[in-house]
């Protein structure tokens, strides 16, 4: 029997995870086409010295194009509209990730609360590593082909697939198991989740005690606290993000159509030799642009709604 918390949990999370994907569907575009090994590679030569005669050789070093060139690109060739595509898989997939996930992350903090000392930072990495799992496994169909659908290439005009005639074309071409293909780089990510909730709860902690150490503090949540809340989330999204993010350039790359890559560790010795060590950070900028004000506006949202439905603050 699902309790009474747990469906509050669901809800906020749902809506938290809806508004933050419509805004920030734009910057997610454009970063997953960055993390592609699709995108096209500028040539830059440099000037290095021969390593027998010391004579001076041009020597080509690959680059990657800048964020703006990427948006240029989408803008010219495929329209506006290329922004948004996978909008409506995410949507369809991250109302019910965020709820999963805030439910699995309240319940499991529950339990593990009774086991280690209370909210403390094993409890909260414990709980977000088991709510990450949870979520990754039940929602990696919908991220494979939200993805998918990001990286289409198609002229302005021409006819993209759907969410389904996407799906279909996975199912027929891939067959199930195409459809869990990146789940073990999204495992890999979950690290990236318990350093987030570690570092937000911590915070969250000092400014909830904050309030209640301060004179004639009242239970009732100002808007300082929330507006307090968004930092605290963008600050802790933005160091787990930088610490974490090569999984996501390998996911990623695990997901594209007919690709080299098969599994996570021969797919980053692949990108670690043919393109370097700077290309699992590639894709990072928007990430961080979007990843950062989403998980604001995530999180502050879902306290938000806990707090307007009556549950204490935890």
Request: net charge positive.
């Amino acid at each position: 029997m699902i309790q009474k918390d747990t469906f509050v949990h669901l809800f906020a999370g749902g809506c938290g995870g809806t508004v933050g994907a419509i805004v920030t569907c734009p910057l997610e575009v454009l970063k997953t086409r960055l993390q592609s090994s699709g995108i096209t590679l500028r040539p830059v030569f440099q000037v290095q010295l021969g390593t027998l005669s010391g004579a001076e050789v041009l020597r080509p070093s690959p680059v990657a194009p800048s964020l703006l060139q990427v948006l240029r690109s989408i803008l010219e060739k495929e329209g506006p509209r290329s922004l948004f595509r996978g909008l409506g898989p995410n949507l369809v997939g991250v109302a019910p990730s965020r709820a999963i996930y805030f439910a699995a992350y309240s319940n499991s903090r529950e339990k593990f609360n009774s086991i280690f000392v209370p909210n403390s930072w094993v409890v909260h990495m414990s709980s977000a590593g088991v709510a990450a799992f949870v979520t990754n496994s039940l929602m990696n169909p919908v991220w494979m082909v939200k993805t998918r659908m990001q990286l289409e290439m198609k002229a302005r005009g021409e006819k993209k697939m759907n969410a389904l005639q996407c799906a279909r074309y996975v199912y027929k071409t891939e067959g199930i198991r195409g459809f869990y293909r990146g789940l073990t780089a999204s495992y890999a990510g979950i690290s990236e989740t318990m350093i987030c909730f570690l570092i937000y709860e911590t915070l969250k902690k000092h400014i909830v005690n904050n309030r209640f150490a301060a004179p004639n503090s009242s239970t009732n949540r100002p808007s300082s606290d929330f507006l307090a809340l968004m930092g605290a989330a963008a600050f802790a999204k933005g160091c787990a993000s930088c610490i974490a993010y090569p999984h996501e350039v390998i996911r990623t790359r695990l997901r594209e159509e007919g690709s080299k890559y098969k599994y996570f560790f021969q797919t980053a010795r692949l990108v670690a030799r043919e393109e370097g060590y700077t290309a699992f950070y590639r894709g990072l900028v928007p990430q961080l642009i979007r990843q950062i004000p989403n998980t604001a506006i995530v999180l502050s949202t879902y306290e938000v709604i806990i707090y307007l439905l009556g549950q204490p603050p935890q």
